[in-house]
């Protein structure tokens, strides 16, 4: 397993221990998980909203900073107002935030996404519901198979050029990706989008070398991670989020993403995100750390490191999520967007070391474990109390 355990610190808590995948390694294991903004404009372009968002996060302490789905194709596009990296006149504005979450210390990501047939969809401001019209500024979507998403539009069935050439749109989104200075990529696979949507047999009905058997529904997968590959080079961590089940009788299980995950270590990704659902509507067991199980069943059984993620809200249980071996690190969304300062409070409560208040001069203030005492100590003790 790459996780790297001798990465571990002894005098700090798991949590704020680095963690070193290829050639990277971690500040701590409190990352950002990718989440949308829908604050972009119909050219995909990230904006000051993004810079605020990540940046605040950065500067929070997050040890990565993720972006949320960004599209490598306009057609994939989850809704009108997403980001993208389609377009070279994307890369510039990326470039500006990833400059500055770099400059505070972490180390920063983008989840390379296409929505297939979940594309194209209101963003849920009360606008509307379901598949945005072409008068609205949607467009057409399309999937492996014509199935709608119960609620959505149905997609196009993709020709078999379309699929095969999916990769090359993520590898030149990745090369895109570097110019913007990212450190690494994740792969969308989860929650319904285009790749889950091929790997899951309630979604992919084909009958040609896309479809059928479990390897078949994971080949676009996988041809895309030798893709993404092939341009990140050799020292960069590559991570897949996948939806480890659909919940659903008939559906994908979490045996089945096991199997998936074993083929995507042996293709080189270094850390499967574990998330699961979004491909159905399904009753979903929501609860405390809920998709841990999964996590812990997939980094043991495919001997690939894991990240955890879903209703992990304290330090205490994100800790105990580390300790009991179930992940490597554990990804934070809405507790981040409650609290962009969530790890500095985490280092505080787990390892009874103050956190100092972040400030612009000093990059080194969200290096949290070996920060000095000093005045920032007592105004944040103070603050917290
Ligand atoms: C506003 C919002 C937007 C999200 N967008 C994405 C996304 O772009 N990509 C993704 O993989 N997950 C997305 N998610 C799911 C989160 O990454 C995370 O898996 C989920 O919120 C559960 O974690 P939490 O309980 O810590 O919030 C989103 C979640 C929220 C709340």
């Given at each position: 397993m790459s996780a790297g355990a001798g990465a571990v610190r002894t005098d700090v808590s798991l949590l704020m221990s680095p963690l070193t995948l290829r050639g990277t390694t971690f500040r701590n294991r409190a990352w950002l998980a990718p989440m949308c903004q829908y604050s972009a404009g119909t050219d995909g372009v990230p904006t000051d909203w993004h810079l605020a968002h990540l940046g605040a996060r950065a500067v929070g302490g997050f040890g990565l900073v993720l972006t949320e789905?960004?599209?490598?194709?306009?057609?994939?596009?989850?809704?009108?107002q997403d980001v993208g990296?389609?377009?070279?006149?994307q890369v510039a504005a990326w470039r500006r935030i990833t400059d500055f979450v770099r400059s505070r210390g972490a180390h920063v990501g983008v989840q390379l996404a296409h929505a297939g047939r979940k594309a194209s969809t209101y963003r849920g401001f009360g606008e509307g519901s379901g598949t945005v019209p072409a008068e609205d500024g949607g467009w057409a979507t399309v999937g492996p198979s014509d199935l709608a998403f119960a609620g959505y539009a149905a997609p196009q069935e993709m020709t078999p050029e379309q699929v095969a050439a999916v990769p090359g749109q993520f590898a030149a989104a990745t090369r895109r990706a570097l110019d913007a200075g990212f450190d690494l990529v994740e792969v969308h696979a989860a929650h319904g989008y285009l790749l889950h949507q091929f790997l899951s047999p309630l979604s992919n009905l084909r009958a040609d070398d896309w479809g059928g058997t479990l390897a078949g529904r994971a080949r676009l997968l996988l041809d895309t991670v030798d893709a993404v590959r092939a341009v990140l080079g050799e020292d960069r961590p590559l991570l897949v989020r996948v939806s480890?089940?659909?919940?659903?009788?008939g559906g994908l299980t979490v045996e089945d993403v096991a199997q998936v995950s074993v083929w995507l270590r042996e293709h080189g990704v270094d850390l499967v995100d574990v998330s699961t659902g979004g491909n159905v509507h399904a009753t979903i067991p929501v609860g405390p750390g809920y998709q841990v199980p999964a996590a812990r069943a997939i980094r043991e059984t495919a001997r690939v490191a894991t990240s955890a993620v879903g209703l992990i809200t304290t330090a205490e249980q994100a800790e105990q999520v580390l300790a009991e071996g179930a992940a490597d690190a554990v990804m934070l969304g809405r507790p981040a967007l409650f609290d962009p300062h969530w790890p500095l409070r985490a280092a505080h409560a787990l390892d009874d070391k103050t956190p100092v208040l972040a400030h612009a001069g000093d990059p080194a203030a969200t290096v949290l474990p070996d920060q000095p005492t000093g005045w920032p100590v007592q105004y944040a003790r103070g603050s917290w109390a």
């Open positions: 789905a960004t599209a490598v194709v306009p057609e994939g596009r989850i809704t009108p990296i389609w377009d070279d006149a480890a089940t659909d919940w659903t009788d």
